[in-house]
């Protein structure tokens, strides 16, 4: 994991100065309490610009107790979610080196408030140069390798709380834990354009199938999604910057006692993950 600590480096959020933010006192408090394993407030965000802003003062306090970021999380990139949060676009937020584990891990589920797991895949930053890319061909050539990634986000809301777009954006799209396996090189597969867009995952719980998904699920081709957030502007992308592309199917709830695997065909090769979730 040390490789990934020099990995992605937050830009400011464009608009932060002139949105109408939530108290900085509240949002630093809900970091210091979220990493306590408390559950988070409604900071009352009415606009995906003022989630942004709330997330800037949030991110903070993660930064300064986890350290620097070592990639991003792009969530909301499929349109049936978009259509229930009511946003138009994804939405992305920073991933720590603490929220990552390798494959095979025992991850306990203590401190989680609301844990749920999905099939989810991972790119690694080979370039600089992304930063530049415009079309997939770019992009592609720009990345190191494709990974597969078991991701274990915490909707840690307070009970009463309803999930909206910008209160997603306030809280990063509420990352908690993620399990990464051994990747493929992107300059082992014979067309990464193509590959990546015919992916497809099987996500097993207790070795039994619960759900399937394919690459055209996240914005129509996975490397759309690392287009999106380059367009975006809001995070430098360097060597070693991990993006975590969204979801290949359904959430789940994360129960103690469970062994959860992904199994995923790319490029007529095969690539897979599992960990064991415990108290």
């Not at 991850?107 to 530049?132: C, H, N, W, Y």
């Amino acid at each position: 994991m040390k490789s990934l600590i020099l990995g992605a480096i937050m830009l400011p959020f464009a608009g932060v100065a002139v949105a109408a933010c939530p108290d900085v006192s509240l949002m630093q408090n809900a970091a210091r309490g979220w990493i306590a394993g408390q559950r988070l407030p409604d900071p009352l965000v009415r606009t995906v610009e003022e989630g942004a802003c709330a997330y800037a003062s949030f991110r903070s306090v993660l930064e300064a107790e986890l350290g620097a970021p070592v990639g991003v999380k792009v969530g909301f990139t499929s349109k049936p979610v978009q259509e229930r949060f009511g946003v138009s676009e994804p939405v992305a937020g920073a991933l720590f080196a603490p929220m990552l584990l390798p494959d095979g891990a025992r991850l306990s589920l203590k401190g989680g408030r609301d844990p749920f797991f999905e099939a989810d895949l991972v790119v690694t930053v080979g370039s600089s140069a992304i930063m530049q890319a415009r079309t997939r061909e770019e992009v592609a050539a720009a990345l190191k390798d494709v990974r597969p990634f078991i991701e274990l986000p915490d909707l840690a809301l307070q009970k009463d709380v309803v999930p909206t777009g910008p209160l997603m954006v306030a809280y990063g799209v509420t990352p908690w834990r993620g399990v990464l396996g051994r990747g493929i090189p992107i300059s082992e597969l014979r067309d990464p354009v193509a590959d990546l867009a015919a992916l497809t995952v099987n996500l097993k719980l207790d070795g039994k199938s619960i759900g399937t998904g394919s690459g055209e699920m996240l914005l129509g081709h996975p490397l759309d999604v690392v287009l999106w957030l380059v367009q975006q502007g809001r995070y430098e992308l360097k060597p070693g910057s991990v993006i975590s592309l969204g979801s290949l199917g359904t959430l789940h709830p994360a129960q103690p006692g469970h062994r959860v695997e992904a199994e995923y065909r790319i490029g007529g090769r095969a690539m897979k993950v599992g960990l064991v979730l415990v108290p």
